[in-house]
């Protein structure tokens, strides 16, 4: 069974622009993660949040967590083409990863 | 460094066959999960092994069985295939159990006709 879901399913951007996708989640959790997954390949790891941060940065990257809402949110900024991928979030239990539906972002150059 | 490594990238059997799926982890990686990724949706976990013991297993029936070996590389089986099974199986690698970002590879595309 999935996690969640993301929202929105799609999302179509021109390049410079944010882009920003959001994640609820049912369980608890130990972290969030978000990967991104370019079409036919494997996921790439992006940022993990730990269950008592509220927001992490990485490059041009920035995720917040509420876990009283159990959501989380993907800001990309200043997009790029080469951005153009799908993202999931995935909740991080004890020995697991359980993904979501994720969002399908296109950066229009 | 190799990334994880998964053989073969693409496989095509008929119903009722069996397969068995490779995975090479990053070196000084003891996990291994694999994930079942449909065509449309998520990845969903099927097993994960590290020092060569299951640590976990998802929601999947027993025709999935997986192994880990010494060299910590593992093998996921599948039997009495089904068309429901045709999809994207991935390995991730990560140091420990829990807490760790994984580290996929690229897939084997599993096609059952």
């Known amino acids: 069974s999935q996690q969640g879901e993301e929202d929105p399913q799609a999302l179509s951007i021109q390049e410079g622009e944010n882009a920003t996708m959001n994640c609820s989640y049912k369980?608890?959790?130990?972290?969030l993660q978000w990967y991104r997954q370019n079409s036919g390949r494997g996921l790439v790891h992006l940022i993990l949040?730990?269950?008592?941060?509220r927001e992490k940065h990485s490059g041009r990257l920035r995720v917040t967590l509420d876990t009283s809402k159990k959501s989380s949110s993907l800001l990309i900024t200043a997009s790029r083409a080469a951005d153009t991928a799908s993202y999931f979030c995935?909740?991080?239990?004890?020995?697991?990863?359980?993904f979501g539906t994720g969002t399908l972002l296109a950066v229009q150059p | 460094d190799a990334g994880v490594t998964q053989s073969p990238t693409h496989l095509i059997k008929t119903r009722g066959q069996h397969v068995t799926l490779r995975c090479s982890p990053i070196s000084g990686h003891k996990s291994v999960s694999w994930y079942q990724q449909v065509l449309g949706q998520g990845p969903q976990f099927i097993f994960q092994y590290y020092e060569k013991e299951e640590r976990g297993r998802g929601n999947f029936p027993d025709r999935f069985s997986a192994r880990q070996f010494p060299n910590y590389s593992s093998e996921l089986n599948v039997n009495a295939l089904l068309l429901g099974d045709s999809a994207l199986y991935l390995c991730?690698?990560?140091?420990?159990?829990?807490?760790?970002?994984?580290?996929f590879g690229d897939g084997t595309r599993l096609s059952i006709l």
């Open positions: 995935a909740g991080g239990a004890t020995n697991k990863l359980i």
């Open positions: 949040i730990r269950s008592n941060e």
């Open positions: 991730a690698s990560s140091l420990g159990v829990s807490n760790q970002p994984q580290h």
């Open positions: 369980t608890s959790i130990n972290n």
